[in-house]
């Protein structure tokens, strides 16, 4: 089956640190991947949609310039955390939409958990 | 905003009792699935039922949706302790392929 990575795993970073979450499709090609956030004993609550070779598309109340996205290729999305503050620490993990597919076959990544100092 | 909100039930079952939780959405929907997550990890797909179905089946799993009240329930049957996890729903109610995710349940199976 399909199978999306998400580097780093965990990571630990002083407040006010900028910290990138990789999002990666292994075996299929993704021109749009979706970040989400998820705060203890809480739902997912989606941020953005990242576009391959475009802008992402932000939901409501995210800042885009607080949350950096770029989805350089078709395998590869990027998540920045810029000038990262405690409430900012969460769970955040990313989903990929195979191409001309509907959510039925969006695969998500095992997450990364940012503490932010 | 969220679509699907599951009743905010923590349940806690002997293993070998069935578990079932409700979601509910507010939107018209296409299709609705369920997903699994362990603690602290991602989450893993357990099934989905478009909007003409009413029940559909894999495994011990048991979904059922009901689109004139816009509810949905998932029976887990003869629960393992392996299914100790949180559940979700999720619709495709954010248009665009976006999911929206309930509130999901914590279900604790005691061996």
């Known amino acids: 089956g399909a199978v999306v990575s998400q580097h780093p795993s965990r990571v630990i970073c002083k407040s006010g640190t900028s910290v990138k979450i990789e999002c990666r499709s292994l075996d299929f090609q993704a021109t749009t991947m979706f970040w989400y956030r998820q705060f203890p004993k809480q739902s997912l609550m989606l941020m953005a949609t990242?576009?391959?070779?475009?802008?992402?598309?932000?939901e409501q109340g995210v800042e885009k310039d607080k949350f950096l996205i770029n989805h350089a290729s078709l395998t590869l999305s990027t998540l920045t955390v810029t000038s990262a503050h405690p409430e900012d620490s969460s769970f955040y993990i990313c989903?990929?939409?195979?191409?001309?597919?509907?959510?039925?076959?969006?695969?998500f990544g095992p997450g990364t958990r940012l503490t932010v100092l | 905003s969220q679509q699907g909100e599951e009743d905010p039930q923590a349940l806690s079952i002997q293993e070998g009792e069935n578990a079932t939780m409700n979601c509910s959405y507010k939107?018209?929907?296409?299709?609705l699935q369920w997903y699994r997550q362990n603690s602290g990890r991602g989450l893993v797909h357990l099934i989905l039922?478009?909007?003409?179905?009413r029940e559909k089946h894999s495994g011990r799993l048991r979904v059922t949706l009901d689109t004139s009240k816009k509810s949905s329930s998932l029976l887990i049957t003869a629960s393992r302790a392996a299914d100790t996890a949180s559940y979700f729903c999720a619709t495709d109610a954010g248009g665009n392929n976006r999911l929206a995710f309930g509130k999901g349940n914590q279900v604790v199976v005691i061996p």
């Open positions: 989903s990929a939409n195979p191409p001309g597919l509907g959510t039925d076959t969006q695969y």
């Open positions: 939107t018209s929907i296409n299709n």
């Open positions: 990242s576009n391959e070779g475009s802008k992402a598309t932000y």
């Open positions: 039922i478009r909007s003409n179905e």
